[in-house]
C-alpha cells in the first residue's frame, strides 16, 4: 500500500469517517459509564437503606430501657448490618475483617446519617428511632461490596469500546468500497489523462453514460476537448496555409536576387544580393520546419533513423560524430519523420560550429525510453546568467547576424514531439543535450 492514497481525498474520506465513528462510540462508552455509575451508587445507597430500615424495624426497648432485637433469625436484619447502643457498644452485626470493622467502629458514634466509600465498600451510618420518639437510642452502619457492579461496568464499557472498534472498522472499510468505487470514474479520466500526449487530440474520456454528478463532469470535459481539438487543427491548418503561401513570394525574391548576381555589379551590390539570398535561405528553412510540425501534428507516423540523420548532418560540417553501439535492429530510431529530427538537431550543431575554437563532437547514446544527442564544443562557453535565456525567441549572442531564432525553434519542435533541448554544461566544453522519444 503506497503514500499516496493517504493522501488523497478517498483517504481523507474514511479517515473522517472512522474518526467520526470512534468519537461518537466514544462519548456513547462515557454516558454508559457515568450513567451506569449513577445507577450502581443508587441503587446500593437504596439497598443500605432498606437494610438500616428493617434493622430498626426489629429493635424493642426493654422495661430497663435496653435495646434489644426481636426478630426470630437475626442474619436476615443483620447480614452486613451493625447495630450499636447509645453506649457504642455492638449489640449485633457479622465477622469482618480489621479495616472493615475499624471503619464500622469509626460510625458508631455519628449524629446524622453519614455515607462513606472506603476500598470497593460503602459504608451507611444513621442514628436508630424506637416508636415516636425522637431520642437516638443508638446508631446502625450498613455496609456493601461495590465491587461486582464495578465488574459490570468495566464489562460493559469494554464491550463498548470493542463494539465502537468494531462499528469504525465497519464503517471505514464500507467507506473505502463506496468513494472507491464512486471514484472509480475520476481514476480511470486520470490514468487516461496522464497516457495522453499533446498530440492526442481525438482522445476522450467516454465514460459509461449515468446520471451522478462525475458522469456530467465526464462529459462537459468531453464537450471542452473537441473544442480545444478544434481550435488547434484550426491553427495548425492556418499555420501550413500561410506558411506554404510564403514561399512563392519567397521564391520569387531568391531568384530575383540570384538574377541580380549574375548581372554585371560592382562588389556592394553583389555583397547585399548574397545577403538576401541567405536570409531568404533561413527564412525558407523556418517555414519549412513550421510546416513539418504541422504535419507531424496533424497525424503524421513517420519514423527517423537517428544515426544516419546525423551522419546527413555532420558530413557537411566540421564535426566529429561517435554514436554508442546499441543492440538490436531500429535501436536508434526516433519516433518522428526524419525533417523534424533535422530541424531539431540541425540549429544546435550550427550553433557548435560558430561557437567552437577548433573541435565539436557529438556522441549519440540509447538512454531508458529516449535517444540522447550530446553537442559539445570547445568554444569559449556560455555565461551562466544567460544559460536559460537562449532559448526565448530574439536573443542573440553578441556579434551574431541572425535572428535569434534557431534554438528557440529546435526547442519548440522537440517538445512537439516528446523531446527537449538542454544546456547540460556551460563551459569547458560547452555541451547541449537533445533528447528525442524512441518508437
Known amino acids: 500500500m503506497s503514500l499516496t492514497w493517504r493522501r488523497g481525498l478517498r483517504a481523507r474520506i474514511v479517515w473522517s469517517t472512522a474518526a467520526l465513528s470512534a468519537a461518537v462510540v466514544a462519548i456513547m462508552a462515557a454516558a454508559v459509564a457515568v450513567i451506569a455509575t449513577r445507577l450502581t451508587h443508587a ?22 430501657g435496653s435495646v434489644h432485637m426481636a426478630q426470630e433469625n437475626p442474619d436476615e436484619v443483620t447480614d452486613s448490618v451493625w447495630i450499636f447502643d447509645d453506649q457504642g457498644r455492638q449489640l449485633s452485626g457479622p465477622e469482618a475483617g480489621s479495616r472493615v470493622r475499624g471503619t464500622v467502629r469509626r460510625l458508631a458514634s455519628v ?84 497516457e495522453w500526449s499533446e498530440r492526442d487530440l481525438d482522445s476522450r474520456f467516454e465514460l459509461v453514460a449515468g446520471e451522478d454528478e462525475l458522469s456530467e463532469l465526464g462529459d462537459t470535459l468531453d464537450v471542452l476537448l473537441d473544442r480545444v481539438a ?47 539570398v541567405r536570409q531568404v535561405d533561413r527564412l525558407s528553412g523556418t517555414i519549412s520546419t513550421l510546416l513539418a510540425v504541422a504535419r507531424h501534428e496533424t497525424g503524421s507516423h513517420d519514423r527517423a533513423d537517428l544515426a544516419r540523420v546525423l551522419r546527413e548532418l555532420v558530413g557537411t560540417r566540421p564535426v566529429e560524430l561517435a554514436v554508442a553501439p546499441a543492440a538490436g535492429a531500429g535501436a536508434m530510431e526516433v519516433g518522428a519523420p526524419d525533417e523534424l529530427v533535422e530541424r531539431v538537431v540541425a540549429p544546435v550543431l550550427d550553433n557548435a560550429v560558430r561557437h567552437a575554437r ?27 546568467a544567460d544559460a536559460d535565456s537562449i532559448f526565448e525567441a530574439g536573443v542573440r549572442s553578441p556579434g551574431s547576424d541572425g535572428a535569434g531564432l534557431g534554438l528557440p525553434l529546435a526547442q519548440r519542435v522537440a517538445v512537439s514531439i516528446g523531446g527537449s533541448i538542454e544546456v547540460r554544461s556551460s563551459r569547458s566544453p560547452t555541451t547541449f543535450r537533445v533528447r528525442l522519444p524512441r518508437r
Open 43 to 64: 441503587r446500593v445507597d437504596a439497598s443500605l437503606h432498606d437494610r438500616i430500615a428493617a434493622a430498626q424495624a426489629s429493635l424493642k426497648i426493654r422495661p430497663d
Open 111 to 194: 449524629q446524622g446519617v453519614t455515607r462513606l466509600e472506603r476500598r470497593e465498600r460503602v459504608y451507611l451510618a444513621q442514628p436508630l428511632h424506637v416508636g415516636d420518639s425522637h431520642r437516638s437510642v443508638g446508631v446502625a452502619v450498613a455496609s456493601e461490596s461495590i465491587e461486582p457492579y464495578e465488574s459490570t461496568r468495566i464489562i460493559l464499557v469494554g464491550g463498548l469500546v470493542a463494539l465502537g472498534v468494531v462499528v469504525s472498522a465497519g464503517s471505514a472499510a464500507a467507506t473505502w468500497w463506496t468513494v472507491g468505487r464512486t471514484l472509480a470514474p475520476v481514476r480511470r479520466m486520470t490514468e487516461l489523462a496522464a
Open 230 to 276: 478544434q481550435a488547434i487543427r484550426s491553427e495548425q491548418r492556418l499555420t501550413s496555409e500561410l506558411a506554404h503561401e510564403l514561399r512563392t513570394p519567397l521564391s520569387a525574391i531568391r531568384a530575383e536576387a540570384e538574377l541580380g548576381l549574375m548581372s554585371d555589379i560592382d562588389a556592394d551590390s553583389t555583397e547585399r544580393f548574397e545577403r538576401i
Open 358 to 384: 577548433s573541435r565539436v563532437l557529438v556522441e549519440v547514446a540509447a538512454v531508458g525510453h529516449d535517444l540522447v544527442v550530446d553537442v559539445s564544443d570547445d568554444g569559449l562557453g556560455i555565461e551562466q
